[in-house]
């Protein structure tokens, strides 16, 4: 397993904050089972987000499958 810098998610969030992180999850969840990879121990601790230079919303990890 690599080392991923950033922090875990963490809350309570805002909606639009909480609503991005969802959509942004399902679709890394959906491209991993597309790939017949499943995730067994997903929860708010193995959610890593980072903030990008030069923005104000953190965004989380992107993952290559």
């Known amino acids: ?12 969030l805002p ?3 909480a609503l991005t992180y969802a959509k942004q999850i399902a679709e890394a969840l959906e491209a991993a089972h597309d790939k017949g990879i499943t995730h067994c121990d997903l929860k ?7 903030l990008p230079c030069g923005t104000a919303m953190p965004e989380t990890w ?3 499958f």
Do not use: F, S, W
């Open 1 to 12: 397993m690599e080392l991923v810098e950033g922090e875990t998610l963490a809350g309570p």
């Open 15 to 17: 909606l639009d904050m």
């Open 44 to 50: 708010p601790a193995n959610v890593m987000v980072r």
């Open 62 to 64: 992107e993952t290559k």
